[in-house]
């Protein structure tokens, strides 16, 4: 049986961070010049959970239109 339960999934975000390089944006300059804290990006960097409305803010800093280029969200499928 699959069970859906966020704490029995994996956030991803090396998605964002591909992203960044793409846009030629260090994590230091992301910090700095986008009106993010560094808390959010540390929370970015170990996989931590985040809300929506702070993944909204860093796709509207840095001009990010697809969720795809944030985080990839991986399901476990329960073992039976």
């Excluded at 970015?44 to 809300?51: A, G, L």
């Amino acid at each position: 049986m699959k069970n859906n339960y966020l704490n029995d999934s994996q956030i991803d975000y090396a998605p964002f961070f591909k992203t960044l390089d793409e846009k030629n944006i260090t994590q230091s300059q992301f910090v700095k010049n986008y009106d993010v804290s560094a808390a959010t990006l540390n929370r970015m960097r170990h996989n931590y959970n985040m809300t929506l409305a702070a993944v909204g803010h860093v796709m509207n800093v840095i001009g990010i239109d697809d969720i795809d280029d944030v985080f990839r969200l991986m399901i476990k499928e329960d073992e039976e």
